[in-house]
Nanobody, 125 residues
Framework: QVQLVESGGGLVQAGGSLRLSCAAS????????MGWFRQIPGEEREFVAA????????YYADSVKGRFTVSRDNAKNTVYLQMNSLKPEDTAVYYC??????????????????WGRGTQVTVSS
């Protein structure tokens, strides 16, 4: 069982930056691949970024590529999402998720086993 808690969300002006953190419980964090997703109320959940167990492999949605960076610190059981050049359309609740397996479906929410409760990110224009 893995419990995930996101933090770091807030209100920021367009062009600004935020760093989200996702702290995981348990001693097997390094065996989980991690993902970040976001959701606007009434809309489908959207893939943002994913990172492999070791952190060597990372993947991004086209909408955030070049602006967001996902990283992890296995010693701290934490995964991060650095968000730069934020746009109003980045406004959403951001969720981190963990999965035991790793395949090409890193952008599919149903492939993830555990989810956090989310943190709100609001970007004003």
């Amino acid at each position: 069982q893995v419990q995930l808690v996101e933090s770091g969300g807030g209100l920021v002006q367009a062009g600004g930056s935020l760093r989200l953190s996702c702290a995981a419980s348990g001693r097997t964090f390094s065996s989980y691949a991690m993902g970040w997703f976001r959701q606007i109320p009434g809309e489908e959940r959207e893939f943002v970024a994913a990172i492999s167990w070791s952190g060597v492999n990372t993947y991004y949605a086209d909408s955030v590529k070049g602006r967001f960076t996902v990283s992890r610190d296995n010693a701290k059981n934490t995964v991060y999402l650095q968000m730069n050049s934020l746009k109003p359309e980045d406004t959403a609740v951001y969720y981190c998720a963990a999965r035991r397996t790793w395949n090409s479906d890193y952008d599919k929410g149903y492939e993830y086993d555990y989810w956090g409760r989310g943190t709100q990110v609001t970007v004003s224009s």
